[in-house]
């Protein structure tokens, strides 16, 4: 009778402690997947009509157009200094922000004009996301890439700690800015880096 409640208790012990590898095995794996379905969709977006027909390819399936078009992928953020990259989503709740980067959808469009504000966990279950954004420097660059295709750079210039509930991070401006935002002192309060568009 002992050895049986042994072997269940070890069992369960080992259940409890594989679920962590679970979590980031699921988060990388649906990162993944939604990055390399957006590029697969730019690809395929700027295959000329005669190329598409000549070599047989056929478009986007309707089972990942689906699944892109669910997570509202609208482009995909690279940062060298931190060897991240991830998939930027539309909008900024809980269920998106376990699939990506997202960014606030009442701020501006990645490389126009205004600010536009990307918002990520510092660290879950599912991945490391912005965990170490305060390692970035000045002068550190930001690369992202929308849904066009187009790339756009820009560069670290200031970082700030503000409240939870400080909009000014959301004010808008003439010149093309990006905000990233993550938690700091376990929530209670926001780590910001602000960047500037940097032409190339």
Excluded at 70 to 79: F, N, P, T, Y
């Amino acid at each position: 009778m002992r050895r049986i409640v042994a072997v269940i208790l070890i069992t369960v012990g080992l259940a409890a402690l594989s679920v962590p590898f679970f979590y980031q095995f699921y988060g990388s794996y649906t990162t993944n997947e939604l990055v390399e379905l957006f590029e697969k969709n730019l690809r395929q977006e700027y295959m000329e009509d005669g190329e598409k027909e000549e070599k047989g390819e056929a478009l986007i399936s309707e089972a990942d157009a689906a699944l892109l078009a669910s997570k509202d992928v609208i482009g995909l953020i690279e940062i060298e200094a931190l060897e991240l990259r991830y998939p930027i989503v539309e909008g900024a709740d809980s269920r998106q922000l376990s699939h990506g980067i997202g960014h606030l959808s009442d701020t501006g469009a990645i490389g126009q004009r205004g600010n536009c504000v990307l918002a990520g966990h510092r660290g879950s279950r599912y991945g490391a996301y912005f965990k170490y954004l305060n390692r970035l420097s000045k002068g550190d660059v930001v690369k992202i890439t929308d849904k066009e295709g187009h790339v756009h750079h820009y560069e670290v210039d200031s970082w700030e700690v503000v409240g939870p509930y400080d909009n000014s991070i959301k004010a808008q401006g003439e010149e093309r800015e990006l905000t990233l935002l993550t938690c700091e002192n376990k929530g209670t309060r926001r780590l910001i880096y602000h960047c500037s568009y940097k032409e190339e």
